[in-house]
């Protein structure tokens, strides 16, 4: 099998024995091996907050008409492996993956991860991520992909919203202010997220439907402050869609009652 060991994947966290790791090059192929349905937490997006370590599952399918000897994936962010961002970069707890046997053919396998602000997660590495994957078969078949499936890391969000006065007359001004922060991975707190558009919803007191009424930007501590002319009673409320370094979130509504 030609598998080399990598310098740059083995530094640090990987340290598994009885096991080479391959230099990050084209995918690699001897045989049949193959490996398919990579399936990375369930298929959402990873969302981490601003402290916690976050344990991230992956499975995925090996096959080979040998039968599946042992197989080992990696998460990592960068153009390849070898070129990873510095630290970002997550090894299975269980080192190779925890794999059952279907079929003589077949495999269904098993790794987790974990990522952690401060520790494999800096700010700039939120967005796409990538799975470095090798399977090797009892013939000495083997299959390495350097990526084997794409998936998302994100900064966790949160958004407020607070309408006054209240109650307030029909017609006359709500003032509906609030804050759109995400994870700072870097300080492992929250921070504002600056220049980001935001719609302000209303739904009327009794039914099921939120309307936009208009969309504004934060500032930049991530602030947001609008009016609008009450008409009835109903709730209002903030909603950021996401980008692709962070993720959707509504507020909670707001109640207003509106007086004659």
């Known amino acids: 099998m030609r598998i080399r060991a990598s310098a740059a994947v083995v530094t640090g ?17 001897s045989g049949d091996t193959k490996i398919s349905n990579v399936v990375v937490n369930g298929g959402k997006p990873v969302v981490v ?20 000897d042992w197989a080992q994936l990696i998460l990592f962010h960068g153009p390849n492996i070898d070129k990873a961002d510095s630290g970002a970069v997550a090894n299975s707890s269980d080192g190779r993956a925890k794999c ?21 997660l800096i700010n700039k590495v939120a967005g796409t991520w990538k799975v470095w994957a090798v399977a090797a078969a009892k013939d000495g078949d083997y299959v390495q992909k ?43 707190k929250y921070s504002g997220y600056s220049g980001q558009a935001v719609k302000l919803q209303f739904r009327k007191k009794g039914t099921t439907t939120y309307k936009t009424l208009k969309t504004v930007k ?29 993720p959707a979130v509504n507020a909670a509504g707001d109640l207003v009652r509106v007086k004659k």
């Open 100 to 120: 059952t046997k279907v079929d003589a053919q077949t495999s269904k396998c098993t790794s987790t991860f974990t990522l952690e602000p401060q520790y494999n």
């Open 13 to 29: 966290a990987l340290a598994l024995t009885a096991l080479a790791v391959p230099v990050a090059q084209a995918d690699d192929v």
């Open 146 to 188: 350097d990526n084997a499936k794409s998936f998302s890391v994100q900064r966790l969000s949160k958004l407020t919203t607070s309408a006054k006065p209240k109650p307030v007359k029909k017609g006359k001004t709500v003032t509906v202010t609030g804050k759109l922060s995400r994870a700072n991975w870097d300080s492992g």
């Open 218 to 246: 934060t500032n930049s501590t991530g602030a947001l402050k609008t009016t609008t002319k009450a008409t009835v009673d109903g709730y209002y409320r903030f909603i950021f869609v996401g980008t692709t370094t962070t």
């Open 49 to 68: 907050g601003a402290a916690a370590a976050k344990n991230v599952t992956v499975t995925f399918t090996a096959t080979d008409d040998s039968g599946i």
